[in-house]
């Protein structure tokens, strides 16, 4: 993936880790027909790059997206037929699948507004770091739809509850960063100028663990929303077994009894 530059996003690859952004901050970020697509068929490919190993969705011009452009989505929404509006919500809702089926853990780096489809980004990321002047909106219901899109109803609740995800749901309020942070949405709030920093040291600590089992647990963590915890510890124990007989398991062991620090190569 190293060698492919998108056309309607922003990416920087750098030491396995991938950088990547909306880049139309005068517009605060907003997604188009053609970066949806191009989103949606750039996480599809991760699942298969072994050049990167976490990939960091990061703001812009201090903010992270509005959402579905207004005149280049919205507008146009309104003039098509039924089939051609279920074809663009799957696409959009392919996007969530892409990240959650990507294989590589995704950080959002959120700043400033971040509503609409970009808080779903944000919602459908494993890990959400964010400044104090975030502003996060799943404003469907602004527009005269339901709250119910692009997998908002299965995964918000999980992540802060079912009460706390209807309210916004239905209202399309802003959730503040603090309430971000205290509901569990955010795993930490840092300052404006610290969040670019504080995302790549995340990031650089997960890429130097065990990038093999680190796929396994993401996609646990997406697989077992649908299981019994009968079927789950199966799946735990199918999936650690597999990570044992992996070579990072090995140099873990060997690190240990040399009283060091194991270097993982994912394999």
Same mark, same amino acid.
């Given at each position: 993936?190293?060698?492919?530059?998108?056309?309607?996003?922003?990416?920087?690859?750098?030491? *396995?880790?991938?950088?990547?952004?909306?880049?139309?901050?005068? *517009? +605060? !970020?907003?997604?188009? #027909?053609?970066?949806?697509?191009?989103? *949606?068929? @750039?996480?599809?490919?991760?699942?298969?790059?072994?050049?990167?190993?976490?990939?960091?969705?990061?703001?812009?011009?201090? !903010?992270?997206?509005?959402?579905?452009?207004?005149?280049?989505?919205?507008?146009?929404?309104?003039?098509?037929?039924? %089939?051609?509006?279920?074809? #663009?919500?799957r696409m959009t809702g392919d996007l969530v699948k892409a990240m959650?089926?990507? /294989? +590589?853990?995704?950080?959002?780096?959120?700043? $400033?507004?971040?509503?609409?489809?970009g808080a779903i980004i944000a919602m459908a990321s494993d890990l959400?770091?964010?400044?104090?002047?975030? +502003?996060?909106?799943?404003? #469907?219901?602004?527009?005269?739809?339901? /709250?119910?899109?692009? /997998?908002?109803?299965?995964?918000?609740? *999980?992540?802060? $509850?079912?009460?706390?995800?209807?309210?916004?749901?239905?209202?399309?309020?802003?959730?503040?960063?603090?309430?971000?942070?205290? @509901?569990?949405?955010?795993?930490?709030?840092?300052?404006?100028?610290?969040?670019?920093?504080?995302?790549?040291?995340?990031?650089?600590?997960?890429?130097?663990?065990?990038?093999?089992?680190?796929?396994?647990? +993401?996609?646990?963590?997406?697989?077992? @929303?649908?299981?019994?915890?009968?079927?789950?510890?199966?799946?735990?124990?199918?999936?650690?077994?597999?990570?044992?007989?992996?070579?990072?398991?090995?140099?873990?062991? %060997?690190? #240990?009894?040399? %009283?060091? %620090?194991?270097?993982?190569?994912?394999?």
């Amino acid at each position: 993936m190293a060698s492919s530059t998108p056309q309607h996003f922003l990416c920087e690859i750098e030491g *396995r880790i991938a950088t990547i952004a909306l880049d139309r901050p005068d *517009r +605060k !970020n907003p997604l188009t #027909f053609d970066s949806y697509a191009e989103l *949606r068929d @750039w996480f599809r490919a991760l699942a298969y790059s072994d050049d990167i190993d976490v990939v960091i969705f990061a703001s812009n011009g201090g !903010n992270f997206s509005s959402g579905g452009d207004v005149h280049d989505i919205i507008g146009p929404l309104t003039q098509m037929s039924m %089939k051609e509006l279920l074809t #663009f919500t799957r696409m959009t809702g392919d996007l969530v699948k892409a990240m959650v089926n990507c /294989g +590589k853990p995704v950080i959002a780096a959120i700043d $400033g507004i971040c509503v609409g489809a970009g808080a779903i980004i944000a919602m459908a990321s494993d890990l959400r770091i964010a400044t104090p002047e975030a +502003k996060t909106a799943f404003l #469907f219901t602004r527009v005269g739809l339901a /709250g119910c899109d692009m /997998g908002a109803c299965a995964i918000l609740p *999980r992540i802060i $509850g079912q009460g706390r995800a209807a309210e916004l749901l239905y209202t399309g309020r802003s959730m503040s960063a603090d309430e971000g942070l205290a @509901w569990g949405f955010f795993n930490q709030l840092v300052p404006s100028g610290a969040l670019t920093t504080e995302a790549h040291t995340r990031a650089e600590r997960i890429a130097a663990g065990p990038n093999f089992a680190h796929m396994m647990t +993401k996609t646990m963590l997406a697989q077992e @929303w649908s299981m019994s915890i009968e079927q789950a510890i199966e799946a735990e124990a199918q999936a650690q077994a597999i990570c044992m007989q992996t070579g990072d398991f090995e140099r873990a062991y %060997k690190a #240990f009894v040399a %009283k060091d %620090k194991p270097v993982f190569e994912g394999n």
